[in-house]
C-alpha cells in the first residue's frame, strides 16, 4: 500500500496528514504541545487514537516509544556512530525487529526485516514540500511503519519543527 504524508506547516505542534495511493485521508497524526518530551497520537480520521508515540527520556540518542491500546508495541532507537548514513532499529517485542537505514535526512530510506526491504520512504517527488511517499510491502503492519516514519522524521528534523509553526 502507498501512502502520501504531508507534515501541517501552520499547525501548533508536529501535525501530519496521511492520505492513501487514491488520495483520502487516512490518519491524523496530532503532535502534543506544551510537553516535556515530544508526543503524539497516532489516529483514524474519526479521532480514535490507534497508537501513541512518546519520546523517552534519560536514552543515548533519540529513542522513542510507540504504544497501541496502552501495550509497548516498538521502540525506534537511532544508531549514534554510522558512516555517512543514519540508522534506526525498531524493537519490536519478540524476534522481527525492524530496521531503517539510508538517507533520513533526505527522506530517502528503506525499512527491512529479516533482511528483505518491507517498506521505501522517499520525498524525491515531493521536493518542494515537507511530504514525502511511504511504500509499504502487503502484509506488513502499515500503522507500525507509519508511526516508525514519523518518529524518524522528528528524531531527523525535530529542531526545525520547535512545536511552533513549523518554521
Known sequence: MKYVMKQKLFSWGNDFAIKNEAGQDVFF??????TLRQQLAFQDMAGNELAFIRQKLLAWGPTYEIYRAGTLAAVVKKHLFTCLH?????DIPGPDDLTAAGSLLDHEYTFEQSGKTVATV????FSWTDTYGVDIQDDCDDLLIL???VVIDLACHGKQYSGTNGN
Open 122 to 125: 522517499s520525498k524525491k517527488w
Open 29 to 34: 497524526v496530532d503532535g502534543k504541545v506544551f
Open 147 to 149: 508511526a516508525s516514519t
Open 86 to 90: 543514519c540508522r534506526f532499529t525498531v
